[in-house]
């Protein structure tokens, strides 16, 4: 079931009346029922497997906690079970091609193994959740829950459960355990939220997925600057696609009086990779923060040590992202570029923080260039693609105009097409920059009358008539 669909619209209301008329103390069994409904929508047999991961989790940290001895050992085996089930899942066909692959080099006679399974919707996101659970508990930076369902309805809490953001355990359970009074004020903020993150995704990543899919379909019929401007609008469309989810999932969590993490925090005005890292998926690089980068040693190691850390956890983070070298790269990418940064950066002491606009705003346009650019390994299926994006991206270049009119005309990109999504670009980029200094919608509700409401007419109207006809109904990170 997507936030998009006639299901949805259904589905949200009869929820949230249900989990305000119950009586208080049970309104995490609303949640866990309506969760488990909402995940078996898909596929009623994923039940089976979050609900496994769940169990396992749930043991697993009482057993750390009543037998500290052993605790090692149980917080292990926790850790290889959910990894496990995420290998056979994500990661045996990928393994399997991967030493195929390598054994057709080395000539070496071999069948290929493929798993004929599907991919369950959101397991790396409520894997992931459920270990460093686990972990939080083995660690004794969070207690264990004894009340088997509420921790389920934790992992299971169906607005961030498949695609986010990966919520941690001493901000989401307490939560799921004490009983919600109804704020109007928090309810009205929430579908504000929802608000900003449906017109992100249907106007702005609808929109682009249209231009880019058009492109990367068909990748070999173009050359030129159609190559560049589809990696280019792929930025666009993956950041409003997945923020856009993030906006919604807090919103209808506050629906119900629950607050999750902010996962985005404007990334496209940051003026550093390593800046661009600390607002893009803020629940997942920090996840690798805590549970890989630092236990590997972090930055409190020797140099030569902590770019190794930086670059492994972000390898890492990568191969999270999906079972391909693609993504590998692409995550391998962001870390050796922050060593990069860090090696060519002036010393700490002598580095003076500039004001200057013109330079601030250079370094946030040569940042979005080069993330997008990287995007191109994220969107491309194989390296094959890769290469070929690269050699043809300055393809016909000699004759600039016509370089540029014929990625224009094969992007089919119209002027109509052009204003709507300027437009919509200038309200984005405005909400991103006034984010990073206030709280937007309070702002807005100390306007006029007249003032807000047009603002608000304006969203409605982009919302109603800027989204395409055939919008599409998956958001981007469900495959992970």
């Not at 866990?32 to 898909?42: A, E, G, H, R, V």
């Not at 469309?237 to 506050?254: E, M, N």
């Not at 990779?273 to 805590?290: A, G, Q, Y």
């Not at 690269?390 to 540029?404: D, E, P």
Request: glycine share 4%; with cysteine.
């Amino acid at each position: 079931m997507s936030f998009t669909s006639f299901q949805f619209i259904i589905f949200l209301p009869i929820v949230f009346i249900l989990y305000w008329i119950i009586v208080p103390k049970y309104q995490w069994f609303v949640i866990l029922i309506s969760s488990y409904y909402f995940y078996m929508c898909w596929n009623v047999k994923y039940a089976l497997l979050i609900l496994f991961v769940t169990v396992v989790s749930y043991i697993s940290a009482i057993l750390i906690k009543k037998h500290s001895k052993n605790k090692k050992l149980f917080l292990s085996i926790s850790i290889i079970v959910s990894l496990l089930c995420l290998f056979f899942f994500k990661y045996f066909n990928f393994l399997s091609d991967s030493v195929y692959s390598l054994a057709q080099i080395l000539g070496i006679h071999t069948n290929r193994v493929i798993l004929k399974v599907v991919l369950p919707v959101g397991i790396s996101f409520y894997t992931f959740q459920s270990m460093s659970y686990v972990i939080d508990v083995y660690r004794g930076d969070a207690k264990e829950e004894h009340h088997f369902g509420k921790y389920a309805a934790f992992v299971s809490f169906f607005p961030q459960l498949v695609a986010g953001p990966i919520e941690r355990t001493n901000n989401l359970l307490p939560q799921i355990n004490s009983p919600r009074k109804f704020d109007c004020d928090k309810a009205v903020y929430g579908l504000k939220l929802m608000a900003i993150g449906f017109f992100k995704k249907l106007v702005l990543a609808d929109t682009t997925a249209k231009l880019v899919d058009n492109i990367y379909n068909n990748l070999y019929y173009y050359k030129g600057f159609a190559l560049i401007g589809a990696t280019f609008i792929f930025g666009i469309q993956i950041y409003c696609d997945f923020s856009g989810y993030s906006d919604i999932a807090r919103g209808v969590a506050k629906l119900f009086g629950i607050d999750l993490m902010k996962n985005f925090d404007s990334p496209y005005l940051s003026k550093s990779i390593k800046e661009f890292w600390s607002r893009w998926h803020i629940s997942l690089s920090t996840w690798f923060r805590d549970y890989v980068y630092i236990p590997l040693g972090g930055n409190r190691v020797s140099k030569v040590r902590h770019y190794f850390n930086l670059v492994v956890t972000f390898f890492i983070s990568g191969l999270w992202h999906g079972a391909n070298w693609t993504f590998v790269l692409w995550g391998g990418s962001h870390g050796i570029l922050q060593v990069f940064e860090n090696i060519f950066s002036k010393k700490e002491k002598i580095k003076v923080k500039s004001n200057n606009i013109i330079i601030n705003i250079l370094k946030t346009i040569g940042v979005y260039i080069i993330v997008s650019y990287i995007w191109l390994f994220f969107r491309a299926q194989n390296f094959h693609e890769v290469s070929y994006i690269f050699r043809n991206s300055l393809y016909g270049i000699s004759n600039i105009k016509n370089y540029f009119l014929t990625g224009y005309s094969n992007l089919d990109l119209n002027n109509k097409t052009v204003a709507e999504l300027g437009i919509a670009l200038i309200v984005l980029l405005s909400y991103d920059y006034y984010s990073l200094k206030c709280d937007v919608f309070e702002k807005i509700s100390k306007l006029s009358p007249i003032l807000r409401i047009a603002i608000y007419l304006l969203f409605i109207w982009m919302i109603l008539f800027l989204t395409p006809i055939k919008s599409s109904s998956e958001f981007v990170y469900f495959q992970f």
